[in-house]
């Protein structure tokens, strides 16, 4: 019983969360919560930015492949070896960067505004590697 009373307690929490986030005006967070709310969502948006510019630089690198010799490591296993390491430092980079407020409410707002601008400068990367390659 307890177990089933602390599920719907954070059940409800969640919800409530959820509802909060859609009652905030991101073109004007007012509180330290909204501004952490609005820089999550940004992440979320640069994020589905990032993952369609990897599907397109990935189209490119099985187009490329075609004149890869027999036993040459392939452009796609490249740039997925190179996605794959970029995750985890952007990740780490970031958790250091948000270390300035750590412990904070502020912190939250340093992580994900970190997250959203490598995830950005990363998908100009991969656009330039889909579209000009």
Not at 13 to 20: P, T, W, Y
Not at 43 to 60: I, V
């Amino acid at each position: 019983m307890r177990y089933f009373v602390t599920s719907v307690f954070a059940i409800s929490l969640l919800g409530s969360s959820a509802a909060m986030a859609q009652q905030v005006d991101c073109a004007n967070p007012l509180t330290q919560s909204d501004m952490n709310i609005c820089a999550a969502d940004m992440y979320r948006a640069a994020d589905g930015d990032l993952n369609l510019a990897y599907r397109m630089a990935t189209a490119k690198a099985r187009e490329m492949d075609q004149y890869v010799a027999a036993g040459e490591v392939t452009n796609l296993d490249m740039l997925r070896d190179a996605q794959r390491a970029w995750i985890p430092f952007r990740d780490k980079a970031c958790s250091a960067e948000s270390n300035l407020a750590r412990g904070g409410s502020m912190q939250p707002l340093l992580f994900h505004s970190c997250l959203e601008r490598l995830t950005r400068q990363r998908t100009q990367d991969l656009r330039f590697f889909g579209e000009v390659n």
